[in-house]
């Protein structure tokens, strides 16, 4: 079971998005273009091969037993994972930065606030994936080691850095103060240590579900991915940083896990 002294591994994602937020009293009001392109490659290419290495191979694995039916609970927790976030996509108002229309149902909130809650939906499969694999070390699983869901914890982090300026930073640039900014930028955040709890909890409860588990954070952060950060990380005519930093992104990540997992 979670215990406290251990806490701290499911809070790291979190401390990196609250760092990054924390830019709006250091940096200019505004990102450039091409800065928001090649921070939206560079998490696009650690969600990728964090999805890949850190839960849809170890998903597998731990299904082998399944002989040729391994992929089943793969790719059965990865659908599982796109169509939850195309649920969130639909039923909660949000705007992603830089559009001019939100997306989900007709609401009254304020643009900054369908901002943060855009983000939000974005840094919940970030927990749930840091939440699954650490459960899968604490229930004992061989497939995964305490420095796999460390690395996972670190890879997420680092990647949450530039978005919490990605937050703070637009916010401020629409007249939000610096302070209020900075709030707004941490909360987008607290998503995460919570739905990494709520895995935890579920994970515990039904330990065969863990390969389900994995998949389903994979396949909740491969749809952000696609439908929000491929299309940042493309716009504009700075195209070419998107690409060369995702491809960064994605080798940091695969040697943090290859190399601590």
């Not at 941490?186 to 895995?199: F, K, R």
Request: overall charge negative.
């Amino acid at each position: 079971m979670l215990e406290l002294k251990d806490f701290w591994i499911l809070l790291i994602p979190f401390l990196g998005t609250s760092l990054g937020a924390a830019c709006v009293f250091f940096l200019k009001d505004r990102i450039s273009l091409r800065t928001e392109s090649a921070l939206s490659g560079f998490a696009a290419g650690v969600m990728v091969a964090a999805s890949v290495w850190s839960l849809l191979i170890p998903a597998m694995e731990q299904s082998a037993d399944m002989g040729g039916w391994a992929f089943v609970p793969a790719v059965a927790g990865f659908w599982g994972g796109i169509l939850f976030l195309l649920l969130l996509d639909n039923i909660i108002p949000h705007l992603h930065n830089h559009g001019t229309e939100a997306e989900g149902p007709q609401s009254r909130l304020k643009r900054t606030t369908k901002l943060v809650l855009a983000v939000t939906l974005h840094n919940l499969p970030e927990g749930m994936a840091v939440g699954v694999t650490y459960a899968g070390w604490i229930s004992g699983n061989d497939a995964i080691t305490m420095t796999g869901a460390l690395a996972l914890a670190i890879g997420i982090a680092i990647q949450n850095f530039p978005e919490g300026a990605i937050v703070s930073m637009p916010l401020r640039s629409e007249g939000v103060s610096k302070r209020r900014s900075f709030v707004y930028g941490v909360l987008s955040g607290a998503v995460e240590p919570v739905g990494a709890l709520i895995t935890v909890a579920v994970a515990a409860l039904v330990i065969p579900a863990l390969p389900y588990l994995l998949s389903f954070s994979a396949g909740a952060m491969i749809y952000v991915v696609v439908e929000e950060l491929i299309p940042q990380m493309s716009s504009g005519k700075h195209s070419n940083t998107g690409t060369l930093m995702f491809a960064l992104g994605f080798s940091l990540m695969m040697v943090l896990d290859v190399a601590l997992g």
